[in-house]
């Protein structure tokens, strides 16, 4: 049985306005459809397309909770975890091409 990797993720706009969070198996395949408009509403209506942070886990369990947790934190502690990794706040669409 091969390990399946998820990922938490944080995106956010171009203008770095909004903050999204979520968790998938499958970061590039989520980050197209965000890309192609096959989007939630908040992500379509804010279009939170640029990824600027995420964070691999083993076990689907462990990638929940860490999402749940970043979802109850401050504003400002979401945003000094994303400069902490990326500090020009870049979009890392470009390093899922390097991991898979």
Same mark, same amino acid.
């Given at each position: +049985? /091969?390990?399946?990797?998820?990922? &938490?993720? @944080?995106? /956010?706009?171009a203008g770095r306005i909004v903050l999204y969070i979520g &968790?998938?198996? =499958?970061?590039? $395949?989520?980050?197209?459809?965000?890309?192609?408009? +096959? *989007?939630?509403?908040?992500? /379509? $209506?804010? $279009?939170?397309? =640029?990824?600027?942070?995420f964070e691999p886990f083993q076990y689907v369990n462990d990638? @929940?909770?860490?999402?749940k947790q970043l979802k109850r934190w401050h504003r400002d502690?979401?945003?000094?975890? &994303?400069?902490?990794?990326?500090? =020009? %706040?870049? =979009?890392?669409? *470009?390093? %899922? @091409?390097?991991?898979?």
């Open positions: +049985m /091969s390990a399946c990797t998820y990922h &938490v993720y @944080i995106l /956010s706009n &968790v998938t198996n =499958d970061l590039a $395949r989520r980050l197209g459809e965000r890309r192609a408009g +096959m *989007a939630n509403a908040f992500t /379509s $209506r804010y $279009r939170a397309k =640029d990824l600027l942070w990638a @929940i909770a860490r999402e502690w979401k945003w000094n975890l &994303v400069r902490g990794a990326n500090p =020009d %706040l870049l =979009d890392r669409t *470009a390093e %899922l @091409i390097h991991l898979r």
